[in-house]
């Protein structure tokens, strides 16, 4: 199917799926008080510039942390 636009307020949206893929070729933006991503094996993050900035903490915690 195709749409040129969709809005919507909830108050709660559940989504189940066995797979997800999106694709998006513009912005993806979230704003949310808290974002939270759990994988029971592997997160990957990909950029060519990747930023994470923080006002009071910043912590990485694992059994082997590489830099560089």
């Known amino acids: 199917s195709f749409a040129t636009s969709f809005d919507g307020v909830f ?3 559940s989504q189940r799926a ?3 893929y999106r694709r998006i070729d513009g912005l993806d933006q979230v704003k ?3 974002v939270d991503y759990t994988a029971k094996k ?3 993050l990909h950029g060519r510039n ?3 900035t923080a006002r009071e903490l910043v912590k990485v915690d694992g059994e082997q942390i590489h830099v560089g």
């Open 42 to 44: 592997t997160m990957n």
């Open 32 to 34: 949310a008080e808290q």
């Open 18 to 20: 066995k797979n997800a």
């Open 11 to 13: 108050e709660r949206w």
């Open 50 to 52: 990747t930023l994470m």
